[in-house]
């Protein structure tokens, strides 16, 4: 409700940390003593730019958005696409680029920054891009469709990540960094070496201790000339190679700017005119520019403090940063670069596990004042928190181990984004009744940025002795993963034995098929054998995919597509004799749909005989592995992706799963097979195969990300033996692939580092039983409706009714379509309703 | 007091063709009947219609218990209904029709609702 007494604040950008502000005025002034006016550059509404990369691996815009719903009404405004171009002090007022004027009586300028383009003749040749919006994302997505490769300058926090982001979009980047080493402002020349080793290993090229002296256009790309005289030929350039604070207001009226740039504000982070402020990147305070979103959050809430009257000041900021790289985990945290006087450094490094830590203590080795962590940084969100403490253990120990959470005091900062301590978490689990990360997050905001500090939450939890519930349902109190241990180690084999030792009444639609999902994957026989019947989804039961209308669909297995022409007659024969709907599938194989319940044996009778055997696309198990046609057709492949798609679809047949589990090789970079839309994808390198692992389509897309490159088909085959294999044992039920992935990060820091120390440095010690259970699956594989053909007793429950086996469910109505039937729905009314198809299969 | 039983029971198939825990479809005239033999060896008899999706798939979905309540959950979108009955445990104002049923010398025989 606005009143004569309202006063107007204008806030000039709506980034993260305009936003921010927004948000924490809001919460202090409840009476809207303030009237809010948002003016905004940006076409959108404030965005994660923190997790900006996610936007190029499937996260939307929308998705991104920090904006909480209501956040906007009649008394808080946001103009969007409408930057500020003239600030007028004396009237104190704001004119937009569209000729909007608005009259402040608080001006907080959050325009945050740019990034640094070197000033080398052709920087600004087409092709050339920077990286901080998504606009900047969808020009460079454009551009790197077109090309192979691409350089990013600056090998800094940010380079890095754009580097990441164009290896995600299939390109070969090499990155061009003016200091001797990577990262040079967070890291040591020790862990910029593990560093550059590391990403190395991943395919990325880094060109240390180089300067750009111009780019060119050339042969349609661009040529990078260096000052060594050296050259390289690239399809695009990203620069990032640092910010530059966007201070233009405050220089064109008169404000004063720090030499490098940034407003000057004093550590109420107002400017030197009582009525103007600034916050986040385009701030120069106490003599820095901070690029960090945590600092800036820090200053927004200082000035809606002050705004309400406060008198809240900025403190020194915690400049740490945990960030994980192509894979590579990289924190440095406190003075990392042992700057305190007579600092003591207690380095660890294991070049060959490419692992670097550092720990800068004092000079009598009692208090923490640093580190750096590359390679493994598990241990940072709580050696972060003893910056400034007394040492709890010998500076060797922490480095090795890291610290005990207990030893966190109530004031230790877990975190460092939203400025949370251990006490107030331990709060809101005891009097707020916060029970998961979730509940941790609504209630103190910790871990809705970077969730670097998320692994800290959970322990905080568990020590707090709230465990959230993994309980598979009612009937049981274990998770799957638990059951599936407990039926692995007991031998027990019927879900009668399981539910009377290890749960309670007769199960339901959650429990039972998640056993009979376990007893397939320890080879316990058909999966309608015995009482194992009664546990499948109607799917499994009848070995065919359940259709809107009570029908089914068939699809039988193509292996990587390949379909001889005398195998593609015989399906639409069956097609045609029993009138059923045929569509190729995306897994490259064909459905035919339509089909009732006494039909199916008829169905595939045929095709068991003319060699087909089930698809299983009715289970969770492995779908298909789908292909491109390879180095054996196509002019650009080079590796034979047909066959390795054919060999891995049929060693992987069959497996049950907790979800379905979908694959694909393609044979060059081109990647025409979609494999990193898969649950494991490999694509040809010049020298073999690279795997990526947890990239799924469906609801929520995700591209698999990269696991191991240049392998030989034998390591290969080896490496997604035991992917399968784990994920099939450790994964909850209907998890697929990408979503256990996350869970294992939550739990152990990284997920995918994990997953190589447990899958290739075998670090549980279990690869040689997890080889031995794939192995006995591939042994003891066999074709399940075949099975069920020679099987008359299993054959007898494919009937539509049990006092009239053979007749079809009057129910069932189809309609024409297009030349083909469609289930004659309610609305459709449209021609003559068919019972089946236009010729009936008579002879079996 | 004592009541007559008026009502007409159909011969279905014999008790030993039901699987435990596991449903079948009977077709009674023109309506379709889903058969429920529990672990206790009890039968239930409800209407095939699934009342959600409108397809004649009940007796395909998985039995189970809910507390003490013996269920079957829809094949379709997992709705679950009480087999005693026929009212969904997940949302009560939806029921499905349920069918007298017993067994007379092996046999299963079905009346009206």
Redesign the interface.
Known sequence: MSTNHQRTLVVVGNGMVGQRLVEALRQRDPQRRWRITVLAEEPRPAYDRVALTSYLTGTSAADLSVVPDGCYDDDCVLHLADPVDHLDRDARTVTTASGRVVAYDALVVATGSVPFVPPVPGADLDGCFVYRTIEDLDAIRDRAADTGSGVVVGGGLLGLEAANALLSLGVRTSVVEFAPRLMPAQVDQGGGEVLRRKIQELGLEARLATATERIEAADGGLRMVFADGSSLDTGLVVFSAGIRPRDELARSSGLEVGERGGIVVDDGCRTADPAIWAIGECALVRGRVYGLVAPGYDMAEVVADRLVGGDAVFAEADTSTKLKLLGVDVASFGDAHGATPDALEVVYADPVAGVYKKLVVTDDAAELLGGVLVGDASAYAALRTMVGRPLTDTPERLLMAGPATSDLGDDAQVCSCQNVTAGSIRGAIRDQGCADVAGIKACTRAGTVCGSCVPLIKTLLTQSGVVASTALC??FDLSRAELFDVVRATELRTFSEIIAGHGR?????I???AIASILASLGAGHILDG?Q??????ND??LAN?Q???TYSVVPRVPGGELTPEKLIVIGEVARDFGLYTKITGGQRIDLLGARVEQLPAIWRRLVDAGFESGHAYGKALRTVKSCVGSTWCRYGVQDSTSLAIMMELRYRGLRAPHKIKCGVSGCARECAEARGKDFGVIASENGWNLYVGGNGGFRPRHAELFASDLSTQELVRLVDRFMMFYVRTADRLQRTAAWIEALTDEHGDGLAYLRRVLVDDELGICADLDAALERHVGSYTDEWAAVLADEEKLG?FV?????PD?P???IRFVTERGQIRPAT?VSGDGPPVVAGPTLEVVR | MTMLDVRTWTAVCRYDLLQPERGAAALVGDVQVALFRTHDGAVHALSNRDPFSGAQVLSRGIVGTRGDVPTVASPMHKQVFDLRTGVCLDEPDTAVAVFGVRVRDGVVEVSSP
């Open positions: 009612e009937h009444g007769r199960g339901c639609d429990c039972k098929p009482e019947a009664t546990l499948q989804d109607t039961q009848f359940i809107r209308d009570g429950r539509s009714f049990v006092n009239a007749a469910d009057p129910s309610p």
